[in-house]
């Protein structure tokens, strides 16, 4: 009786356990997709960042405009959404003259969308000059 009363013990914590393994291959399948879009979005980041910015390049012909910011889908991912902002954070706004040693500094967001649903979302600044 014994014997029979320790199977069934071992059988309910054998049955948890395994309940266990599947929830933790989706939520490492989840963790791992959300990194990618993290990593995506920061590859974005950098290279909107290294880009050589000027007024002329923020213009309604590459961007369109949705309220205060400039948005435009990343030619090489369309799940990418970049927004940069019309008005500087720092330094004169676009159409005024930028003095020596002066910076114009605007805000970008990358959202990565995944399945439809925003899975990432970076933050950083350009330097337009």
Known sequence: MEILASLVILGI????????FPQMTLFNSRTEAKLETMNEARVILEEYREEKWKEKTLAP????????????????NPNATILIKKLPDEGPPLGQELKPGMTRLHK?????NDKGKLSSRSFGYIQVK
């Open 13 to 20: 914590v054998f049955v948890a356990f395994m309940t266990i």
């Open 61 to 76: 012909s590459r961007f369109t405009a949705q309220g205060d910011w400039w948005k435009e889908t990343e030619p090489k």
């Open 108 to 112: 970008i967001t990358i959202e990565v």
